[in-house]
């Protein structure tokens, strides 16, 4: 019920802490956890439910990390883009569209980087992960009209990061 949900739980895992290793770990942890708990598991759907152990888990082992660096630095071709535009039907073989993308790509990169976590978070799960706002709503306990202000916010503060960094380029 929860395995086929194990890629989005690390690339969710990998947004919030930013360490390959680290999200690699905390995923397994909250896998495990998951297991643990299985029993108390009275739903349909196990997406938003082991999503929401991930992100505490992650949330939990952040805390514990408050004041520490990273570890690395957040490496971009693992949230590669390069499904999504091929599915819109855009041409890999066109190299000015081809660096156009990758400039975009990392300037989308750079400007999520500079979101708080939660504003990080959410766009993460909606514009990535492609969840509905009630699966949001249920994957960080807070309501509807939380996940699309904060959302709103969100997306209104990585425009404004996008535009600075496009500045200074």
Avoid at 144 to 149: F, P, Y
Wanted: glycine share 4%; net charge negative; with cysteine.
């Amino acid at each position: 019920m929860v395995l086929p949900h194990l890629d989005t739980a690390y690339r969710l895992a990998r947004w919030l802490v930013r360490n390959e290793h680290d999200a690699q770990d905390l995923v397994q942890e909250a896998y495990l956890s998951a297991f643990r708990a299985f029993d108390s598991f009275h739903g349909e759907h196990g997406k938003p439910w082991i999503l929401t152990i991930v992100r505490h888990t992650c949330y939990h082992w952040l805390n514990h990390r408050k004041g520490q660096p990273p570890a690395e630095v957040f490496d971009e071709t693992l949230h590669s883009l390069d499904e999504t535009n091929r599915s819109v039907g855009q041409s890999n073989n066109d190299p000015e569209s081809w660096l156009l993308r990758d400039e975009s790509r990392r300037l989308v990169h750079q400007a999520l980087e500079k979101l708080p976590l939660e504003m990080r978070e959410i766009l993460v799960l909606r514009e990535l992960e492609g969840y509905s706002y009630q699966e949001i709503a249920s994957i960080m306990a807070i309501p509807i009209g939380t996940v699309m202000s904060r959302l709103a916010r969100a997306r209104t503060l990585l425009w404004t990061y996008l535009l600075r960094l496009k500045q200074e380029s």
